[in-house]
T-cell receptor, first 110, second 112 residues
Framework: QKEVEQDPGPLSVPEGAIVSLNCTYS??????FMWYRQYSRKGPELLMY????GNKEDGRFTAQVDKSSKYISLFIRDSQPSDSATYLC??????????FGSGTRLLVRP | DAGITQSPRHKVTETGTPVTLRCHQT?????MYWYRQDPGHGLRLIHY???????DKGEVSDGYSVSRSKTEDFLLTLESATSSQTSVYFC???????????FGSGTRLTVV
């Protein structure tokens, strides 16, 4: 079993929809949680960074962590075609290394 | 990507040859990382550095070595390239160990 699991998708939504991207993990010691966005043939870029359980909002993006169920979510409001990318969740382990999920591919249709 | 450059961007090499990939940063960050990205496996850590001459192994370090003689440069060497090392290699940097990482644009390596 992988430490971090994500549905690979693709998840296809119409422009303007609310998108929910999810991730589960197995290690209860994870304390920091990040979301990265990766466009095709580009390097990942940091989108959101949260510590422990709770919500964090940044513009159209909201990251949610539920440590009790080991579940991480990223919500995108008013989705745009430019949001089409692969989204990687990445908890940080106790030795401060990021453990990446395989990513969920998102397609936002105009 | 601001402050971090990988070279070369693309490389094709033959099985058995040594290959060196370079990561150069202008941010003066202490931590540097090498990852490989493969379909179905996501990003996996190869080696990382926490200072000049201070390096350690990651999850998939077999067949790879690294060196960091200056803060700004982190080199990844494939001692004797194999087809299983065909991948996209990403370098990343972070200022502190609990910071988010900034990634380079990647090196696409093909071993034939």
């Amino acid at each position: 079993q992988k430490e971090v699991e994500q549905d690979p998708g693709p998840l296809s939504v119409p422009e303007g929809a609310i998108v929910s991207l999810n991730c589960t993990y197995s290690n209860s010691a994870f304390q920091y949680f990040m979301w990265y966005r990766q466009y095709s043939r580009k390097g990942p870029e940091l989108l959101m960074y949260t510590y422990s359980s709770g919500n964090k909002e940044d513009g159209r993006f909201t990251a949610q962590v539920d440590k009790s169920s080991k579940y991480i979510s990223l919500f995108i409001r008013d989705s745009q075609p430019s949001d089409s990318a692969t989204y990687l969740c990445a908890p940080m382990d106790s030795s401060y290394k990021l453990i990446f999920g395989s990513g969920t591919r998102l397609l936002v249709r105009p | 990507d601001a402050g971090i450059t990988q070279s070369p961007r693309h490389k094709v090499t033959e099985t058995g040859t040594p290959v060196t990939l370079r990561c150069h940063q202008t941010e003066n960050h202490r931590y540097m990382y090498w990852y490989r990205q493969d379909p179905g496996h996501g990003l996996r850590l190869i080696h990382y550095s926490y200072g000049v001459k201070d390096t350690d192994k990651g999850e998939v370090s077999d067949g790879y070595s690294v060196s960091r003689s200056k803060t700004e440069d982190f080199l990844l060497t494939l001692e004797s390239a194999t087809s299983s090392q065909t991948s996209v290699y990403f370098c990343a940097i972070s200022e502190d160990r609990d910071d988010g990482y900034t990634f380079g644009s990647g090196t696409r390596l093909t071993v034939v």
